[in-house]
């Protein structure tokens, strides 16, 4: 009999493993609480990139970028973006090293050009540019992933998931189903799922939120931008990019105390509401400060740019805080993991 693949969570890496799995002719099913890429997956972008502080996760998102591409032919529209990404700060000058080990095409200045295009008027050096940076269009890549996997998603919550001698029983609102394998990518929810096979994942949380604002030219497009300086306050590293034609998103990478979950959601997003308004006043150019619109999530606190993955026996839960980029490879790893009978191999966290 064919084997079959549980999957729990229908975020972009929930999807991407059920596509991954279908595609080898194998059956998966995916069970979603919610609504599907509506948690750590929503919005209207990221940032994709090959820069990384490790050369193994160059190498992986490296891996990544042909499986996007490939799903953007697929798809018959553009899933990643042609804008570039360009790093500043003191990473850049390491990632450098990490893109050469892994043998990515990357240009490393002394200097922030103006002609970057970056939305300032002046910042401190070293500047990394990513060539095969660029924006992902999430609700679009969503899109393809679920009429792809089609009614394989099931709106079900999963509360237990029992090993037994050859089989798994993965107990939700709809009943008790009976698989070979259990891939847990339900973001959050899997914390409380593993501890149940025996697998304890960081338990940190914090607040975070990104925050949209108009370009006051409308046709500009600057690269994506991870900028390390905290040249504007201490403590203080942002993301940005271009979510949409005239749009600039910008995360706010705030000190641990301010993001902390004790705090509350409402105390945190106001906060950082402030903070990224007068961050966009006093130190960018070009950006109208009037925010247009906002995605909250909860997110595991102090983990960087890591994929991690745990395996009891036919459970393997995977877990990190910036994932999208890396979902087609990780989705693969963790199919082709599955179909083989084997622990998935991913490359070292940062
Ligand atoms: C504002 C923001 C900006 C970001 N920027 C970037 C970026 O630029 N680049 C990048 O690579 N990453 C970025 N990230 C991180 C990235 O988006 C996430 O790491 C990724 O989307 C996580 O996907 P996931 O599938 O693991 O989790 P999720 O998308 O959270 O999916 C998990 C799903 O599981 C479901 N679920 C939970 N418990 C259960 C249960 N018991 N039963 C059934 N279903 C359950 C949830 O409802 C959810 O839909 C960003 C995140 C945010 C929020």
């Avoid at 914090?206 to 306050?233: I, M």
């Avoid at 839960?317 to 993991?337: C, D, R, Y």
Wanted: aromatic share 6%; hydrophobic share 45%.
């Amino acid at each position: 009999m064919q084997m079959r693949t549980a999957v729990i969570g229908a975020g972009v890496v929930g999807l991407s493993t059920a596509y991954a799995l279908l595609r080898h002719g194998s059956e998966a099913v995916v069970f979603e609480t919610g609504t599907p890429m509506g948690a750590r997956s929503a919005g209207s972008s990221r940032i994709f990139r090959l820069a990384h502080a490790d050369s193994g996760l160059v190498a992986y998102a490296a891996a990544a970028a042909g499986l996007w591409a490939d799903w953007t032919h697929r798809a018959g529209n553009r899933l990643v973006g042609q804008q570039t990404v360009v790093v500043t700060g003191p990473q850049a000058e390491d990632w450098a090293v990490a893109m050469t080990e892994a043998g990515v095409d990357h240009t490393l200045y002394d200097e922030v050009d103006p002609a970057l295009g970056l939305p300032v008027s002046s910042l401190p050096g070293p500047a990394l540019v990513d060539p095969a940076g660029g924006v992902i269009d999430a609700p679009a890549t969503g899109r393809f992933l679920r009429a792809a996997i089609g009614n394989r998603v099931r709106q079900e919550h999963i509360h237990r998931i029992e090993v037994h001698d050859d089989w798994v029983s993965v107990h939700g609102s709809g009943g008790v189903h009976e698989v070979d394998r259990v891939v847990v990518a339900a973001g959050r929810g899997s914390l409380e799922l593993a501890a149940q096979v025996d697998l304890y994942l960081p338990t940190e949380l914090a607040h975070h939120v990104r925050f949209t604002f108009r370009l006051k030219d409308s046709d500009a497009a600057p690269p994506c931008w991870l900028d390390g300086t905290q040249s504007w306050r201490s403590g203080i590293s942002s993301y940005q990019q271009l979510s949409a034609p005239g749009l600039w998103s910008i995360g706010l990478n705030l000190p641990p105390e301010v993001e902390e979950w004790e705090r509350g959601r409402d105390q945190v997003v106001e906060e950082s509401r402030e903070l990224v308004r007068s961050y966009v006043r006093e130190a960018l150019v070009g950006v109208a400060d009037e925010i247009v619109a906002e995605v909250y999530c909860d997110a595991p606190a102090a983990l960087g740019d890591g994929v991690h993955v745990a395996t009891t026996g036919p459970v393997t839960v995977v877990w990190g805080a910036n994932l999208f980029k890396h979902a087609p490879a990780i989705g693969q790893t963790l199919a082709n993991a599955a179909i083989s009978d084997l622990s998935p191999q991913l490359p070292h966290a940062e």
